[in-house]
C-alpha cells in the first residue's frame, strides 16, 4: 500500500511539472513519459502501435521514445538464470558476457556460449517487472477517472487503450509465448530457402529466460555492407515483401514490429528475429482484406463499404450516410490510381482516418497489422524504392486463389453449402403450402419495417406524382379519342368540343410535368 501511494504521488508530481492540465501536446506527452520511466516507456512504445485509438500525430511521436535503460547487474542476470533453470549457470554455459548487448524497459540480452560450443543469445526478464506495470497500469486506470472532462480524456477513449496495451504488454513479457511463436514461424517457412528464423534452445528456455541461436550478419537498413559483400538490394526488397505478404495474406500469422532493427541478412538468407510481438488474421479478415483492396482498385464504393463494416467494431450504429460519403472522397483521392501505383502507408492512414470519424474501433490485430505494414513500407522504400507491396500483394493474392490448396477448400466450402441448400430446400414445399392455407383462411400477414431519409422520401413522392399525372393524361387522351368518333354537339375544328377540352387539359398536364422535371434537374 505505502509502495502504490508513493508511486502516485511520483505520478503526480509529473504530471504537475509538465502543466497537463493546461492540455497534452504530442510532445509533452512522449516528454511525460520519458519522465515516469521505464515501464511508461514501454506502454508508450506500444500505444504508437494504435492509430486507431490515438490521432497519428500522438502515433508519431511516440514512436520516438528509446526504450534504453539502465542494464541490470551481471549478477543479478545470473541469479535469474539459475533460478530458472535450476542449475548453476556454468552447467548450461561456457561463457556469459557480462556486458548486455541490449537492455530495454522488459528484458535484456547477453551474448553467451552453451558447453556445446555454440553461440547463443540469453534474453532474461527484469526481475519484478510484470508486478510493476501492472500497478502502474491499475493507478492510470484510477488517475484517468479523476481527469477533468474536456481535456485530455476526450483525446482518446483512454480506458480502453490501456487495456490494449496492457494485454500487448504481457504477451512480450510472455517467453514461453515467443518460443512456440519462433517454432511455428519457422514451421511455416521451412520450405522457403531465402527466410529463416533463430533457433530456441527450449530445453534452457523459461518464463523469464530465453536461450536462441545467436543472429551475426547485417542489418538489412546497413546497405553498405550489403553492397560490399555481393547482395542485390531490390532483390533483397522483392523477397522481404513478397514473404510478407505470404505471412499476412497466406499464414495469417505475421510479424507485427518488422522494422530494420528486427530483420538481417545472413548467408544469403532473410533472417526475422525477435517474435514476441505477432498478429493472427482468421480467413474471414483476409477475405475482406482482399475485398477492400479491390474496391479501391476497382473505384467501387460498395465494396469498400461493405469491408468496413465487416472489419469494425461498433458501440453504437453508424451514420451510413456520412460513412459513405467519406468513403466517396477517398476514392476521389485514391480510385483513380493503378494498382501498382497506390502508396501503401499514406492509403492505410487515410482509411484510418475515416473509420476513426466514423466512431468505428479497429480490432487489435487489425491495428497491428496497420502498423506493420507502415513500417515494412518503410524498409523497402530504403532498401529499393520501386518496389511497391500492393502490386506484390495483388500477385500473392492471385496465387493464392488459385492454389491446389484454395481450390479444395473452395470445393469443400461450396459443397457444404449446397447441401445446406439442399437441406433447407425440402422444407420449401411444406412452408410454401403452410403460407397458402394461412391466405386461405384469411390469417396470413406481413410485416415491413422501413427507414427512409428525407431526400428518399422526396423523391419518392415526385414518383407518385408524376405516375398518377401521366395516368391522368392518359386517361383524357383515350376519353377525348373515343368523344371524337361520337357526332356529339356543339363542335369546334370539327371535333367535339368536350373532346377539345381534354386534349387540351392532357397537352396542359404534359407541359407542366416537362417544366417540373426541368427545375428538378
Known sequence: MQQSTSRTTEIIAVLRKHNIRKGISPEKLRLILEDLGPTFIKLGQIASLHPDILPQAYCDELSKLCSNVAPMPCDEVVEIIEESCGC???QIFLQIQRTPQG?????QVHRATLRTGE?????????GIYEKMSQDVRLLHRMIRFLPSGSVKNMADLDRMLDEIWAAAKEEMD??????????????????????SPKVYEQYSSAHTLVMEYIDGYSIDNKEALLENGYDLREIAQKLADNYMKQIISDGFFHADPHAGNIRIRDGKIVWIDLGMMGRLTDKDRQILTLGLQGIALNDLDMIEEAVLSLG???QSPDRQKLRCDIENLLNKYGQTGMGNLKLMELLTDMMEVMKG????????????IRGLTHMEGVLADLSPDINMVEIARTRIMETIWSPENMETELKNSGKDLLLSLRKARNIPSSLSDALQKFNRGDASMNFHMQTTD???DLLYHLVYAV?????????????SIICTTDMQPQIFGMPVLAAIGYGLAILLSLNMACRKKRHN
Open 103 to 107: 537492455s530495454a524497459s522488459i528484458a
Open 468 to 480: 398518377i399525372k401521366g395516368l391522368l393524361i392518359a386517361a383524357l387522351l383515350i376519353s377525348s
Open 313 to 315: 467494431e461498433f458501440s
Open 358 to 369: 466514423n466512431q468505428i474501433k479497429m480490432p487489435h490485430n487489425l491495428t497491428m497489422l
Open 175 to 196: 517467453f514461453v509465448m515467443e518460443a512456440a511463436n519462433m517454432r511455428e514461424f519457422s514451421r511455416r517457412n521451412k520450405g522457403i530457402a531465402f527466410i529463416c
Open 88 to 90: 548453476p549457470w556454468d
Open 455 to 457: 431526400q428518399f422520401t
Open 119 to 127: 553461440p547463443v543469445v540469453v534474453k532474461v526478464q527484469r526481475r
